[in-house]
């Protein structure tokens, strides 16, 4: 049965980092294209940044140069770096394949990232 289980997530000020991790159990992973995906207070889920299983990477305009995703197929496990956090970075973050019909709707709990002074 999948699971995923995330950490990382927490409130910090513009500029800050944060390092989120989303381990995946259950499932198939390593051939799957991966992605970070985030909902923020609008409610639609957006894809911010994805990794193919050879590590090939692509962001959203709105993270480039700021956010970092990297993998470990071994542990199934995706994360994503990001620096230089702004306000409009907060969000409910997940992880899922792309496309995310894959995992049939399953986008676990997510992890919560708040920026404020």
């Known amino acids: 049965q999948l699971h995923l289980v995330y950490s990382g997530g927490g409130a910090v000020r513009p500029g800050g980092s944060l390092t989120l991790s989303c381990v995946a159990s259950g499932t198939v992973f390593t051939p799957y294209l991966m992605a970070w995906y985030r909902q923020g207070p609008q409610g639609s889920r957006d894809l911010v940044a994805r990794?193919?299983?050879?590590?090939?990477?692509d962001y959203s305009d709105a993270v480039k140069g700021r956010f970092v995703v990297s993998r470990d197929n071994d542990k199934k496990a995706i994360y994503l770096q990001m620096n230089n956090l702004e306000p409009e970075d907060s969000a409910v973050y997940y992880c899922n394949p792309d496309p995310s019909h894959l995992w049939r709707g399953y986008w676990g709990n997510g992890t919560l990232v708040t920026v404020s002074e």
């Open positions: 990794i193919s299983s050879g590590g090939t990477t």
